[in-house]
């Protein structure tokens, strides 16, 4: 009896099994083992692969070197999920062309709950990183998981403000397991397996090669109900992945940015050519029908033991970024006073601090 998971893997690494006949042999035979045990004429009758490739998946002898080197290919702590299993997300399984097995590091629980990819430029304005921010923690605090794929700028922001606000957020990887990159997001993606979950088609040792990421980017749409594209240039690898959610049947949304801002001129195009403006949270609670009756209740902050500063502070903080300067302006405090009301305050959990010198209620 041949493993099932083993199977899966032999079969896609056979040369001339792209994901078309692979997922029509899965569909006509109902597994992978039960390909490679079933006889030649068997094989050719189902009119799926011709005479040549029948004999290459039949040749598939020696189980035990196919077992060392899939074994192999494991990062370290990787669960293998196949597309044969019962946890293999749903929404994944869908697409057109959907990857046979996964590499996942953290939760793999989550992925049949709403989700949202959230997408955008690599060196965002301000105004991304603040939009970005607000927007996933509304949505990471009703339930909602965050996809993205690891990059800095708006996926960092994306995932950073998922796991602030307590809520769930997947990264998926252009490479194998074992190699985080960016390198400088190595942290990040330790926050990440702890409440979430790493993803990755690729077997260990894969470098970040630049053909892989159009590869990712349709795991990073497919596991998603949608797209949201927050800031994008003209030719963002961003627009590529609403291209392949569109390909998916998923909605693609668009942040609207200001019309001479060369990281606005990929989000309006969206938006001219019919993706669903955002401005608001609400716009993709609405667009999706989901409610925020999961958003968890979080207990009233005790402010009668903070200082004059810290409450001074305090006060004109809220849960949307506000900038340090402005906080100098509303607060009337100098800067070595607002530096150490904000330290303190951190000290106590009550605020994060986030890129671009801007501070929210934790």
Request: aromatic letters at 6%.
């Amino acid at each position: 009896m041949i493993d099932e998971k083993l199977a899966v893997w032999a079969l896609a690494g056979i040369e001339g099994v792209g994901p078309a006949i692979f997922n029509s042999l899965i569909i006509r035979f109902g597994s992978a083992a039960a390909i490679f045990e079933t006889a030649g004429e068997e094989l050719l009758n189902a009119e799926l692969v011709n005479r040549n490739l029948a004999n290459r998946i039949l040749s598939a002898k020696d189980w035990a070197e196919l077992e060392r080197r899939f074994k192999k290919s494991f990062p370290d702590g990787a669960a293998f999920i196949t597309i044969t299993d019962n946890i293999y997300p749903p929404k994944l399984k869908n697409i057109p062309d959907p990857p046979p097995f996964l590499y996942c590091k953290g939760e793999t629980d989550i992925f049949e709950r709403p989700s949202l990819a959230i997408v955008g430029a690599r060196r965002p304005t301000d105004y991304g990183i603040r939009l970005t921010s607000r927007l996933v923690a509304e949505l990471a605090s009703a339930g909602v998981v965050i996809v993205s794929g690891l990059a800095y700028g708006i996926d960092a922001a994306a995932h950073i403000s998922a796991l602030d606000s307590g809520g769930k957020t997947i990264a998926v990887f252009g490479c194998g397991l074992d190699i985080i990159y960016p390198a400088g997001h190595r942290s990040l993606a330790e926050r990440i397996m702890g409440s979430g979950c790493l993803v990755s088609e690729f077997p260990k040792g894969t470098r970040p090669e630049r053909f892989n990421f159009p590869i990712r980017n349709r795991i990073v749409a497919g596991l998603s109900d949608g797209v949201l594209v927050v800031e994008a240039g003209a030719k963002s690898g961003a627009l590529v992945t609403a291209g392949i959610a569109l390909e998916q049947n998923k909605d693609v949304l668009a942040l609207p940015g200001s019309v001479d801002s060369e990281l606005s001129l990929g989000t309006n195009s969206l938006i001219k050519q019919g993706a669903v403006p955002v401005t608001s949270a609400d716009d993709i609670f609405a667009n999706f029908k989901w409610h925020r009756s999961s958003a968890t209740a979080r207990p009233a902050v005790d402010v009668s033991k903070l200082s004059r500063d810290e409450l001074g502070v305090f006060n004109h903080l809220s849960v949307q970024p506000t900038h340090l300067d402005e906080l100098g302006r509303k607060s009337g405090l100098g800067p070595g006073k607002i530096a150490e009301a904000l330290l303190n305050l951190e000290l106590k959990g009550l605020i994060m601090r986030k890129p671009g010198n801007y501070v929210v209620k934790a």
